[in-house]
């Protein structure tokens, strides 16, 4: 059995086109008017392939094939939002490759013994709401409902009132529940799999994660009659923990990633001196120990950074997530259906946080990556090749029949 | 001769108040709706006070006290608008002391031999539109006039629409035209004055500018499972500018300032590596051979950063202005006119660009400082003691009685 490539290829391209930006890529902020259509358009061809469609109250879209018995689920998931000026693979093409897998299961009239449920992930980037997959987090009972519905955006607006104003405040308990096993193709948003000529990475786990804001207060006054022997400037200590971020990993771990990704100056002006900088930092590691030597890393560069300029910080270690790693069953599943069609596959780990991180606290949980051309994610130049997404598809689809039995 | 010192101080709380940031300071932004109040009041006062108000085609304000000969003005002008989150004495107090000034010659029935004109300049700031001192350079004739009027601020929007929008497109012609002498009231801006214990700065010019933009562009890549080692983070080299431009003053000269003071991270979000960072420089010198070194070390640190992150770059000088060196003749008046007040001065330079500074090059110009407390301004902290204040008006209008005869 083999899922239809061309169908798959004009459903990426038809469902691409909403939020696309004027150079190819996609810009769909969870819950925005983009993501409303998204939805939509989903939400018709989830019907249109006979699934039974449902809304829990974080806006999640579950839509039920059913099995000849009544068993939990095996659900394939993923998400439609993206970040700004961000690309059209990640996130969207789990969720088509999910919706053609079944399609192609209805095209040979088979029953499975597990019922199989899509499942579209509310913002999963974390882009506009942080933290990032809010949803799947509230669902598997590590975020509290209250505290995502009222995360808010830049301009204020909450999470809660966003999903009413776009119609997927849904009524069914977005709560831990069983589920056979959760599965998730996704891009591999690095340059392993093209380097090495393989179409299917067999993710094992994913990395641990944690995200800190910072904020340094220094005196805001004028570039011009301010001699530099009186400035507390803001943006220099800022300066130097991009510097001490960045060095950070060659200190730790060959496989630890730091970045510092957003930055605000106030008030950003040519002519003053920066009284407020705050910004974000990133690390990940495969290993917890090493994320937690970073993050004292972190500490000290800040407090360094602080004094030498003579300015007030703050530094906020507000999400955290330990190294997942997949249940054996599931990465067993994914390995055999490569194996079983011939493609050129791997075992990995996911740099990336993914909805299937947060799934696998509830039931056994695994991931499918297909390559990124150049490594290249969240960005308009995102691309995976159709010959790479077809063998990703395939497994997928195979792996899912494996798991139903 | 005195000013009225309560009613200078009236003046400055009314005004004040349009505009006012709930902590206290000032955003009037040029040309916004608070600009425009605050431009309606000061000409009802200066209606009021009995001068001859026009507006000329660059939205600048004149009022005009008739001399006994049909001689050129001696000028006192400043300028109403701010920058964000500013203060309530940068540009506002040199105008009310102006005003001040001409209701003061009002209650003595004074007649002057030149007639004297409170002007109001529009965008001195240039924290809306760039460059600052956009009107003043426009009536010098060094900025087209074409180009002020298209000049745009981040929302794109142009100047010209803005001016003509609050009503403050005049049909005089902005150009250069005889006048006896230009003389502009202001807050120091810097700690010398308020250090030791003088209240009056006779301004004996203003340093050399320049302004710098910078762009990096790196490659914009997912923050998780980007590797370090294939990196090219366009903050990153933005961070290793920001730390060379503070270190280039001490390479210099001890009066040399440099500020980054605005920077812009693309697309500013916690998990992507940033694709693209905006950036200012401003350099200052009172010798215009410094700034040209500097400008020099400034092209290598760009070039050395870019190089060593593997970012483009570009680096454009836009805006220069040199050394401006203010008349003998005004500078001697504001110097008589402290003296007889038995005033405690000092000869000052100023490191902030003034409309002063464009003035210079069609008449003889002057400027007279006051104290900054704890030399802070382009904040909502700007203060001056009211006492000070009474010094500078006080002696604004003796070296102004002394240049109209």
């Given at each position: 059995m083999k899922i239809d490539r061309k169908r798959l290829e004009q459903s990426i391209e038809e469902?691409?086109?909403?939020?696309?930006?004027?150079?190819?890529?996609l810009t769909r902020l969870a819950l925005s008017d983009e993501d409303k259509r998204a939805r939509d358009q989903m939400v018709a061809w989830m019907r249109s392939a006979g699934l039974r469609v449902s809304v829990d109250q974080m806006g999640n879209i579950f839509g039920e094939r059913a099995g000849t018995k009544a068993l939990p689920p095996v659900m394939l998931g993923s998400h439609v939002d993206s970040v700004p000026t961000g690309g059209k693979y990640d996130g969207q093409l789990g969720v088509l490759c999910a919706l053609e897998a079944i399609r192609s299961l209805n095209d040979?009239?088979?029953?499975t013994r597990h019922p199989v449920t899509l499942a579209i992930f509310t913002n999963e980037e974390g882009a506009r709401f942080q933290p990032a997959m809010i949803a799947s987090g509230v669902m598997a009972g590590?975020?509290?409902?209250?505290?995502?519905?009222?995360?808010?955006?830049?301009n204020g607006i909450r999470l809660v009132d966003e999903l009413e104003r776009i119609g997927y405040l849904g009524a069914e308990p977005c709560v831990p529940r069983p589920i056979r096993a959760y599965l998730e193709l996704h891009i591999e948003q690095g340059p392993f799999l093209e380097e090495e000529g393989r179409s299917v990475g067999v993710v094992e786990g994913i990395v641990g994660i944690a995200w800190s804001r910072l904020t340094f207060t220094g005196v805001q006054d004028h570039a011009g009659p301010t001699p530099m022997r009186v400035r507390h400037d803001a943006l220099v200590a800022a300066a130097d923990v991009v510097r001490a971020v960045r060095a950070i990993p060659a200190r730790l771990s060959p496989e630890m990633v730091a970045t510092v990704g957003r930055l605000d100056v106030s008030p950003n002006i040519t002519n003053a001196i920066p009284g407020r900088v705050s910004l974000s930092i990133d690390l990940r590691d495969p290993r917890e120990e090493n994320v937690t030597r970073a993050l004292a890393l972190l500490d000290h560069a800040v407090t360094d950074a602080a004094r030498a300029e003579g300015v007030r910080c703050e530094l906020e270690h507000y999400w955290r997530v330990p190294p997942t790693p997949f249940h054996p069953e599931v990465?067993?599943?994914?390995?055999?259906?490569?194996?079983?069609?011939?493609?050129?596959s791997r075992r990995i780990l996911s740099g990336a946080g993914h909805d299937a991180q947060y799934m696998a606290a509830i039931c056994p949980a695994g991931m499918i990556f297909v390559p990124s051309r150049n490594g290249r994610s969240h960005c308009e130049e995102?691309?995976?090749?159709?010959?790479?997404?077809?063998?990703?598809?395939?497994?997928l689809l195979l792996a899912m029949l494996d798991l139903t039995q």
């Amino acid at each position: 059995m083999k899922i239809d490539r061309k169908r798959l290829e004009q459903s990426i391209e038809e469902l691409g086109r909403i939020g696309e930006t004027p150079r190819g890529g996609l810009t769909r902020l969870a819950l925005s008017d983009e993501d409303k259509r998204a939805r939509d358009q989903m939400v018709a061809w989830m019907r249109s392939a006979g699934l039974r469609v449902s809304v829990d109250q974080m806006g999640n879209i579950f839509g039920e094939r059913a099995g000849t018995k009544a068993l939990p689920p095996v659900m394939l998931g993923s998400h439609v939002d993206s970040v700004p000026t961000g690309g059209k693979y990640d996130g969207q093409l789990g969720v088509l490759c999910a919706l053609e897998a079944i399609r192609s299961l209805n095209d040979e009239r088979v029953s499975t013994r597990h019922p199989v449920t899509l499942a579209i992930f509310t913002n999963e980037e974390g882009a506009r709401f942080q933290p990032a997959m809010i949803a799947s987090g509230v669902m598997a009972g590590t975020i509290a409902l209250e505290d995502a519905y009222n995360a808010r955006d830049r301009n204020g607006i909450r999470l809660v009132d966003e999903l009413e104003r776009i119609g997927y405040l849904g009524a069914e308990p977005c709560v831990p529940r069983p589920i056979r096993a959760y599965l998730e193709l996704h891009i591999e948003q690095g340059p392993f799999l093209e380097e090495e000529g393989r179409s299917v990475g067999v993710v094992e786990g994913i990395v641990g994660i944690a995200w800190s804001r910072l904020t340094f207060t220094g005196v805001q006054d004028h570039a011009g009659p301010t001699p530099m022997r009186v400035r507390h400037d803001a943006l220099v200590a800022a300066a130097d923990v991009v510097r001490a971020v960045r060095a950070i990993p060659a200190r730790l771990s060959p496989e630890m990633v730091a970045t510092v990704g957003r930055l605000d100056v106030s008030p950003n002006i040519t002519n003053a001196i920066p009284g407020r900088v705050s910004l974000s930092i990133d690390l990940r590691d495969p290993r917890e120990e090493n994320v937690t030597r970073a993050l004292a890393l972190l500490d000290h560069a800040v407090t360094d950074a602080a004094r030498a300029e003579g300015v007030r910080c703050e530094l906020e270690h507000y999400w955290r997530v330990p190294p997942t790693p997949f249940h054996p069953e599931v990465v067993g599943a994914d390995e055999r259906a490569a194996q079983s069609l011939g493609v050129r596959s791997r075992r990995i780990l996911s740099g990336a946080g993914h909805d299937a991180q947060y799934m696998a606290a509830i039931c056994p949980a695994g991931m499918i990556f297909v390559p990124s051309r150049n490594g290249r994610s969240h960005c308009e130049e995102e691309f995976t090749p159709m010959d790479d997404i077809e063998h990703g598809a395939n497994t997928l689809l195979l792996a899912m029949l494996d798991l139903t039995q």
